[in-house]
């Protein structure tokens, strides 16, 4: 698993790495496509249980929000509220015309979250990109939570002893999740000179401490909602580390904890 998973890095570190360096339109592409590869895997997930998600909508809201971040300042920033209200009224109305009962209920609820957990928290990285500096701290945040999962991963597999959630994920451990915390400060404070982003090197440490911590949350988040679904692992589309949604666990997190912190405490 370990070569596999080194392998699958060596071929799509480089395509994240362009894609984030030379912007739009291939940034909002990639991001895109994951996003859709990720919603997708997401509506498979209740497919063991009652209730059929809408997908197809599902998708399409998805990348509407995706893209929301390009278009919100439009109309004096009406479009994500008109984002929001279309997914919850369209969404039911759609339910109505299927005449179909049994599992409308989980199916909407389902349809609405993948929407959410993965088409607005991926936003923010639209949003992110395009602010000062946006590039660096996207390269910031990336490799910063790949640091922390990858840590993680290695701390936990040599000495990991205690699992931290044994209902939710038994792999995890407490050392593992301590390895991943340094991790990640270790790799913001090394990005910090390297990216030489535009803040103090204590709120690069204390984004860091975020990082480490939020990381670990979103793949615990993302654990829970496999366990409850009878399912080990979201797809297996990237080698070694399993579906989209098992490599953006993280990201989803930290995502939006960089981009609000650098909006509101960072300069």
């Not at 993948?114 to 996207?138: K, N, P, Q, T």
């Not at 922390?148 to 699992?163: I, K, M, Q, T, Y």
């Amino acid at each position: 698993m370990l070569l596999q998973r080194i392998l699958s890095a060596l071929v799509f570190i480089p395509i994240i790495f362009a894609a984030i360096w030379f912007g739009d339109p291939w940034f909002s592409l990639l991001v895109g496509i994951v996003a859709i590869l990720g919603v997708m895997e997401f509506y498979k997930m209740p497919a063991h249980h009652q209730g059929q998600t809408l997908t197809v909508f599902g998708v399409v809201w998805t990348v509407l929000f995706v893209l929301s971040s390009h278009w919100n300042d439009w109309h004096n920033g009406l479009v994500l509220p008109l984002l929001i209200t279309s997914a919850v009224v369209f969404s039911l109305i759609w339910l109505v015309f299927r005449y179909r009962t049994e599992g409308a209920f989980t199916g909407w609820c389902w349809t609405l979250g993948g929407i959410f957990y993965i088409g607005w928290m991926l936003s923010h990285y639209i949003g992110l990109r395009a602010l000062e500096d946006g590039r660096d701290w996207v390269l910031f945040v990336i490799f910063a939570t790949f640091a922390a999962d990858s840590c993680a991963f290695l701390v936990g597999r040599a000495w990991g002893r205690h699992p931290i959630a044994p209902l939710i994920s038994p792999a995890k451990t407490v050392e593992g999740t301590i390895g991943g915390f340094v991790g990640a400060i270790a790799a913001a404070i090394a990005l910090y000179y390297f990216l030489g982003l535009p803040i103090r090197l204590d709120k690069v440490i204390a984004l860091g401490c975020l990082i480490g911590v939020f990381a670990h949350l979103g793949d615990l988040a993302e654990s829970l909602l496999k366990r409850s679904s009878g399912i080990k692992e979201s797809g297996r589309l990237i080698p070694g580390h399993g579906g989209i949604l098992d490599r953006l666990d993280s990201i989803v997190f930290t995502g939006i904890v960089v981009y609000y912190y650098v909006e509101w405490a960072a300069l």
